[in-house]
């Protein structure tokens, strides 16, 4: 292994564990976030589990804040975000943010999922919220949909508190995430998606979208009613970023294995037709690889870096103005 790699493992590897403290200047908020986690409501087995882990230091010049409860009003009370942030914060130079969106079928997984991958992109300068959303059978999409808006709402709100910058906001997920993180893009503005979370639709917007091999339309695919979808075609199509595609959505970045077996390629390519279509701005890569979640593999995995920094540099593009 050389150098370059190590030291990007390294990097990554340092960023989650030890994630039991919280910056001592957010304690209260801490405290505040997670005082209804005895609320009463459905949880779901899917859920991770909290793990015991190694201690071990975040990267340097990071903090993080655990399981932020961003809507206390949920039913189920293990839907949480941490956020990982720059531990030197100059408000007078905000940093863009970034939301991304686990996936596992809609069914499994929690926001500790993406700690990886959350603690990298807050070490190249981005305020990172990973969050988790209510689960299929429990919940339903729609109720995932609306968490993940609702952690969205949350984190523009409290973006300067970290030294982010709200009106730069990318959101970024795999597979079921991908598809969650595509409808926030596509379907932000639409008062019917958002209306019941944002006053004005408009505020849902993001700035810029990596979908890691999404599916593009739940009305035609099969995946999500296997899993236990139960909505019909009308509020499946209603839940599908391909729906909203306009010249207005987002730059996108679509990520995908050409052996995807899980999720079909032509997924992403219907978004990217799509987008195509519409006169917005859409990128594509297909890796000639052939698992699904290759964002979620071994820390040595080529792919797996691969795909991270693929979105950093297209996020550094959109939100940093870099080319």
């Known amino acids: 292994m050389n150098a ?12 989650i564990f030890a994630l039991g403290a919280c ?12 005082a209804d986690s005895k609320q009463s409501g459905k949880t779901s087995p899917g859920r ?28 189920d009370p293990e839907v949480l975000l941490d956020v990982y942030y720059p531990k030197k914060i100059d408000k007078t130079n905000p940093v863009p943010c970034l939301l991304l969106i686990h996936g596992g079928g809609w069914r499994m997984g929690d926001q500790k999922k993406y700690a990886l991958m959350a603690a990298y992109m807050a070490s190249k300068g981005y305020v990172v919220a990973s969050t988790t959303y209510r689960l299929l059978p429990e919940y339903d ?15 523009k709100e409290n973006a300067s508190k970290f030294g982010g910058d709200a ?14 993180s595509a409808l926030l893009a596509t379907g932000g503005g639409d008062p019917d998606l958002c209306g019941e979370v944002f006053k004005d639709p408009k505020d849902a917007k993001v ?3 990596v979908a890691m091999a999404p599916i593009a339309d739940l009305s035609t695919n099969k995946l999500a009613r296997r899993l ?90 959109i939100l940093k103005n870099r080319q």
């Open 4 to 15: 370059k790699k190590k030291m990007l493992i390294l990097t990554a590897a340092a960023g």
């Open 23 to 34: 910056a001592s200047a957010d304690n209260a908020m801490c405290a505040n976030s997670t």
């Open 48 to 75: 991770n589990k909290p793990l015991i882990l190694s201690a071990v230091d975040r990267p340097s010049g990071i903090e993080i804040m655990e399981n932020v409860r961003f809507s206390p009003t949920c039913p």
């Open 141 to 155: 999409i729609k109720d995932s949909v609306e968490d993940c808006q609702r952690a969205l709402l949350w984190l």
């Open 167 to 180: 009106s730069k906001v990318g959101v970024m997920g795999g597979s079921a995430g991908g598809h969650l």
């Open 207 to 209: 700035q810029a979208c």
């Open 228 to 317: 236990g979808f139960k909505g019909d075609k009308n509020e499946a199509w209603k839940l599908s970023g391909l729906k909203y595609v306009s010249k207005d959505s987002p730059p996108m970045l679509l990520l995908h294995s050409k052996g995807d077996k899980t999720v079909d390629p032509a997924e992403s390519e219907k978004l990217h037709s799509a987008y195509k279509k519409a006169g917005a701005k859409s990128e594509k890569i297909i890796y000639d690889y052939n698992r699904h979640a290759f964002w979620n593999l071994g820390l040595d995995d080529d792919f797996k870096m691969t795909s991270w920094n693929d979105a950093l540099k297209f996020f550094d593009k």
